[in-house]
């Protein structure tokens, strides 16, 4: 009881030297502690007391609206669901130019393809761990630039609606891997539904075939093809 009145006694003491401003948030704190979310409120009290409540490093500055933009590919990668962790983010080189250009989309001066394996071609299927080797060493991107597309859908080629077929593709950004409980890896896509451009991801254990082609970015001989074979 001596206890609880001394730390009463300096809650009061310091109470009558906030400001009006600080006591509202202070009984807004009061109230989100004392409801169901209780537990969380707190734990997040915890952290910022300690300092680990940090603001993210920004992802994206747009430049030129519509035109040119700049992305973080560092910044730490959003998670695809509750529970996902990141496996490998291949951060390439920090803070990049991206542009939309008559040609395409570009990244520091060169072009986004969407690149298919050999195994992919012909109505043949390759695993995503297999494809994940043959990706090995090439200039992919991550999903950093996934989301930043995403939500800056007027950057985004209108090729990469369809293929030639008129089939929705799904553009896979392999510079990021996620893992889930047990240790099973998943990479994340975007897609276009009709309407609008959606985020989805897929297993390493699937089937990647013929409308699942990985964004990298072009080799200067590669030009400005698309669907560009292995």
């Not at 952290?47 to 747009?62: D, H, I, K, S, Y």
């Amino acid at each position: 009881m001596l206890i609880q009145n001394s730390m009463l006694g300096k809650l009061l003491a310091k109470l009558l030297v906030l400001t009006d401003e600080s006591l509202s948030l202070l009984v807004d704190l009061c109230e989100r502690l004392a409801s169901k979310d209780g537990p969380r409120w707190l734990s997040l009290l915890k952290q910022f007391l300690r300092g680990e409540l940090v603001q993210p490093p920004p992802r994206v500055r747009l430049v030129a609206p519509g035109q040119v933009m700049e992305v973080n590919l560092h910044a730490p990668p959003i998670l695809p669901f509750t529970g996902a962790q990141v496996e490998s983010h291949q951060g390439g080189g920090g803070w990049v130019k991206v542009e939309k250009r008559a040609a395409g989309l570009y990244v520091d001066g060169r072009k986004v393809i969407l690149h298919l394996s050999e195994r992919q071609q012909g109505g043949q299927n390759i695993t995503g761990f297999k494809l994940r080797e043959a990706l090995s060493g090439r200039p992919l991107l991550n999903s950093n630039l996934l989301d930043t597309l995403c939500d800056h859908p007027e950057f985004i080629p209108e090729d990469w609606k369809q293929d030639e077929q008129g089939k929705t593709i799904f553009i896979y950004f392999w510079a990021t891997i996620f893992r889930f409980a047990g240790g099973v890896l998943c990479v994340r896509s975007c897609y276009w539904d009709g309407a609008r451009w959606n985020r989805s991801y897929d297993w390493l254990g699937n089937q990647w075939g013929g409308r699942r082609p990985a964004a990298l970015l072009a080799e200067p001989a590669l030009g400005t093809s698309v669907l560009n074979p292995a």
